[in-house]
């Protein structure tokens, strides 16, 4: 496998590379909504070879930023403002269902709860931090807290249906040229929907979740 050096320290694979730059450039808008990818020219301009970007864009193909198009290549994902209203209002409904038995799950296993504290912790720690890279540890951060609330319900068909969605790499995307505003309301949002996990209050955290998600909303609509 081709990997390259970084800091002097660490051989990367190309591919991981390959693929972090390229969702760099696409959530940033340096390649735009509809836009097609040429394979040849990506190699060309980050340096590696053709198959560590096959593999990089079949990943994000798999993840929703970019679409295949049959004998014609690939594209960066077309967004829709309607299609996000209605992913979010999908994951807002599989939540506002899942924070009962999360809160039972809870009480019964305290290391559960536990794995929400440490999230809420690491992500106190880099919120000061504007870089990309931090940026991508908040994605994640974020992606694991609600993924908690959801993984604690014990329900597998709607873990299936909440990952299908991909929302959380859309309002990613959504939100990388607005990360400096959106990045601090979005703990201040997780840890009002965990103080109310701690004090065992289902009705406070559902309407904790229920303010955040309509707060993503908001906010993408004075994007379009």
Known sequence: ???????????????????GKLKEDICLGRYVSGQRLIIRDLSESLGVS??????????LVSEGLIEALPGRGMQVRRFNKEDIDEILEVRLMCELYCIKRTLASVRENPLLMQKFTDNIMAHEQIIDIMSFHDY?????????????IIHSSRNKRILQLYTDQKSHLYTFYMYARERSRRYRESIQEHKMIYEAMLEGNEAKAAEAIEKHMLNIKMDIKTLY
């Not at 496998?1 to 693929?19: D, I, Q, R, W």
């Not at 991508?136 to 908690?148: A, C, S």
């Open 1 to 19: 496998m081709e990997s390259a050096n970084t800091n002097g320290l660490t051989k990367v694979p190309l591919v991981e590379v390959a693929y």
């Open 50 to 59: 053709q198959t560590p970007i096959k593999e990089a864009l079949n990943r």
């Open 136 to 148: 991508n540890r908040h994605h994640e951060l974020d992606e694991e807290f609600h993924m908690l």
